[in-house]
């Protein structure tokens, strides 16, 4: 039957390379947008895992540089007073905070872009000391900084900001994600580097005393985050909660103009090939009408000759199904830069079980548009009397 | 491997008109390299407004980009003439000749932002890190696979025209 199938798909190579192209078509559009919000959603998850909290708490009135900052790497400075550290720390179902202070670089010796650099006090840090301990290595000394992927610099070279000399130590893995340009060093450094900038930068750094940019919130049960957050919100004056959900949720609706656009296209290219798809099937069906009436004689059963149709349009719906998967995953891991650079989102490639999950949906709605295609070609071609189907065509 | 015939070899040479069109174009319209984009504005460089990017140049007053682009125009050049022979020539042993050629002008082509010249190094996220290279390696990809067909499809006698 598979031999049948396939000699008969080769034996018609433009229709239906034609029908293959149609099918990867939609497979590309849907594979494609569920990727990208898979792949944003993911990227946004791996960061707030990397950074180890449940909760980011932010000034209120730099929520979207909070944003800026934690998704695209868009260097921002800004500061509320770190007296609502304690207050942060009180609410209820608050495991550990841990006060971080953001500051823009001007044009940095390193890179071609100024970078986020983010201040850490190694005593309450929870989001570069298990990675250090993970990856064996001391706690972060004076001068010393641990980098995002993208910085270029490696390991074990000096990096200068507003005049102060830093030495790279470690470099994070890629999350997709502002992370990626950030450059992590001790509060006690940045400070040093704000004094000296007065004599040793071009452009002074005024950071004041007793603040931070954001704090971060490890809660007692991850159940209880959203509660949590509602709390922080409640009881501590002038700040914002941004949680995982809240930014994958900021990032889709970022994509929705995008996945909209890609669902459409392959819901229309669905509609149109639909039709098409089964009158090509019907046309087959009718030139075959002598193949088939000599299979009926030689003894295939109706329910062969039934199987026979569906099962080369489902054999063609797949193959189309597999490359659209294949060609669009290709592009999209290419041009993942520019399309992050583009729609202004975090992207990195889905973590594998979403990879798969995408592919494997992909895939079954593409085949059953196909034997969908061509469930009514197949009911007529079952129905064709052996005798008559041979005699067809005949003076 | 399917023959080819008449009909398809038009088609081959059409493909690799468009792809040497494509190979030629990419970087200086289509994804274009670092000093386009930033004249054009076509991509934002950063937030700071800052000129440092011309720390990437090379030897001499382009970036390295910039003479990854000229080469690739050559390597364009010489993908369009092999259609326009191909289209002139269309027997069996000039298709494979051409084929290996095109094989490996689209080795050539990944080649040369990946590892012959190579790109702006200060960033990643620079536009030709972003868009022109990956579009060249995808062209160069197809030109090849392309050339490998060309010079695996049966054919007609050496000398017989299809």
């Known amino acids: 039957m598979f031999g049948l199938i396939a000699r008969s798909i080769i034996h018609r190579p433009v229709r239906n390379g034609a029908l293959i192209l149609a099918f990867a078509f939609i497979a590309a559009s849907l594979f494609s947008s569920h990727y990208l919000l898979a792949g944003a959603s993911d990227s946004v998850k791996s960061e707030i895992a990397k950074l180890g909290a449940d909760i980011i708490v932010v000034p209120q009135d730099y929520t979207a540089d909070s944003e800026a900052v934690l998704l695209r790497g868009e260097p921002s400075t800004f500061f509320f007073n770190d007296s609502v550290v304690p207050l942060i720390r009180n609410v209820s179902g608050v495991q550990q905070v841990e006060p971080q202070i953001f500051i823009a670089t001007l044009s940095a010796s390193c890179c071609s872009l100024p970078v986020q650099l983010i201040a850490i006090d ?39 900001f507003y005049g102060h000399t830093f030495r790279i130590v470690g470099k994070l893995d890629p999350t997709g994600t502002g992370l990626d340009t950030s450059i992590f060093l001790r509060t006690a450094d940045a400070y040093t580097m704000a004094e000296e900038s007065n ?54 609706d970022q994509l929705a103009g995008i996945t909209q656009i890609l669902d459409l296209s392959a819901l229309v290219a669905t509609l149109i090939s639909l039709p098409l798809i089964a009158l090509i099937s019907l046309m087959v069906v009718n030139e075959r009408r002598r193949e088939i009436g000599v299979l009926r004689a ?84 079952a129905l064709i009397e052996p005798y008559e189907a041979i005699r067809s065509g005949e003076l | 491997m399917a023959a080819i015939g008449k009909t398809r070899n038009l088609i081959i040479t059409g493909i690799f008109i468009l ?21 054009s504005g076509s991509m934002q460089m950063g937030t700071s407004g800052d000129n440092s990017m011309n720390m990437n140049m090379g030897s001499g007053t382009h970036m390295v980009c910039w003479y990854t682009a000229e080469a690739e125009a050559g390597i364009g050049a010489l993908v369009v003439l092999v259609g326009l022979v191909l289209f002139a020539l269309p027997n069996r042993d000039s298709r494979r000749s051409l084929g290996v050629i095109t094989i490996g002008l689209g080795v050539v082509t990944v080649l040369l932002p990946t590892y012959f010249i190579g790109m702006c190094t200060s960033s990643p996220d620079t536009p030709c890190n972003i868009g022109t290279k990956p579009a060249l390696i995808l062209l160069g990809v197809l030109t090849a696979i392309t050339g490998i067909y060309l010079f695996l499809a049966k054919g007609d006698s050496p000398t017989q025209p299809v």
């Open chain 2, 19 to 39: 792809l040497g069109l494509l190979i030629v174009l990419t970087p200086w319209y289509i994804f274009p390299i670092c000093e386009i984009a930033e004249k």
């Open chain 1, 122 to 160: 190694p005593t309450q840090d929870f989001t570069i000391t298990p990675w250090l301990e993970a990856n064996q290595q001391k706690p972060l000394g004076q001068d010393e900084v641990i980098v995002g992927n993208k910085i270029v610099p490696r390991v074990g070279s000096n990096l200068t």
């Open chain 1, 199 to 252: 004599k040793t930068a071009v452009k002074p750094l005024v950071l004041p005393k007793g603040v931070a940019s954001a704090v971060l919130v490890q809660v007692n049960d991850a159940a209880e985050t959203t509660n949590v957050s509602y709390r922080i919100v409640e009881q501590v004056p002038g700040t914002r909660v941004l949680t995982s959900s809240a930014l994958v949720s900021t990032v889709s």
């Open chain 1, 298 to 381: 030689l003894g295939a059963t109706r329910a062969m000759i039934f199987r026979l149709i569906l099962g080369e349009s489902v054999i063609i719906a797949a193959i189309g199904g597999i490359l659209g998967i294949a060609s669009s995953w290709i592009i999209l891991i290419l041009f993942q830069g520019y399309i992050a650079e583009v729609t202004r989102i975090p992207l990195s490639m889905p973590v594998i079980s979403s990879l798969g999950y995408i592919s494997a949906l992909t895939l079954i709605v593409t085949v059953a548009v196909g034997g969908l295609a061509a469930l009514y070609p197949a009911v007529r071609s």
